[in-house]
């Protein structure tokens, strides 16, 4: 059962925030706070702070407290409102200036024991096969 956080008109350029965005996708929830945590861009202290509310958010619907499996099963960023300032320019002129904003959906779950269950059989049948043509040559 997954847990979504929001966070709503957060003042930094969407491009920013997706940098940071892109390397905690499909990442384990303590390792992506870990990440968060010891970056030094900044839009990291929010995100940091919306994955604990995430966190907060599954833990309220399942009674369970462990957090071991739990993974960032999606994560995007919208552009949200933008403010249009205007900056003095030379011989009279004017430059515009966009401040933009974004909003961040963050949704955590529990990993899937079925696909890893898939995964490994066709793995130790890799094994097999290799351990068996050496034991045939």
Do not use: C
């Amino acid at each position: 059962m997954e847990a979504v956080a929001r966070l709503r008109n957060y003042p930094t350029s969407p491009r920013k925030m997706r940098l940071l965005v892109d390397v905690i996708r499909d990442m384990k929830v303590d390792n992506a706070l870990n990440f968060l945590k010891f970056n030094s861009q900044h839009p990291s202290t929010p995100l940091e702070k919306l994955l604990k509310s995430a966190i907060a958010n599954w833990k309220a619907k399942n009674d369970s407290e462990d957090i071991d499996d739990l993974v960032v099963k999606t994560v995007f960023v919208d552009s949200g409102r933008m403010l249009k300032r205007m900056l003095p320019a030379p011989q009279g002129r004017a430059y515009r200036v966009r401040k933009r904003s974004n909003h961040v959906t963050i949704v955590v779950d529990v990993k899937n024991p079925a696909a890893v269950a898939e995964v490994a059989p066709v793995a130790e049948t890799a094994e097999e096969n290799n351990n068996n043509e050496t034991e045939n040559k």
